[in-house]
């Protein structure tokens, strides 16, 4: 058995075991907090790249410069030629409620639906947990 007092030894990066389970829960509240967004688009049969032109016409710049977002994935579905996929998280509601108020907002909207089949899949994500992520 080590010689190492009991409390040394249940240390983890200088922390002992009820400091370390008040970290997780926080971290835990912090992620929960976060939103995330799914969407999936239809484009009308070839016109995929036009949608994407619209929306790097439109909403790429912001969302490069978007602090509330902590993350964007914009993609293209690969068991379907004409889906788009969107991935983002959020640092919380108030951050997507941002996107949709912007002043290009309606003419990105209005664009994007043209080239569109139908109503396009959107789902709110309540994180659990999140690779990386510190509190």
Do not use: C
């Amino acid at each position: 058995m080590s010689q190492t007092p009991l409390l040394e030894r249940h240390m983890v990066m200088g922390m002992v075991p009820s400091r370390r389970r008040e970290s997780a829960a926080k971290l835990e509240v912090k992620i929960m907090s976060m939103k995330a967004l799914y969407i999936r688009h239809k484009a009308q049969p070839g016109k995929r790249d036009e949608v994407k032109r619209v929306w790097e016409k439109y909403a790429r710049e912001y969302v490069e410069g978007a602090s509330g977002q902590i993350a964007y994935v914009y993609g293209f579905d690969d068991t379907d030629p004409d889906a788009i996929v969107a991935y983002q998280l959020y640092t919380g509601d108030a951050a997507t409620d941002d996107f949709v108020n912007q002043s290009w907002y309606e003419d990105y909207q209005r664009e994007t639906a043209a080239l569109l089949v139908g109503q396009s899949e959107f789902r709110t994500i309540t994180p659990q947990w999140i690779k990386g992520d510190r509190a």
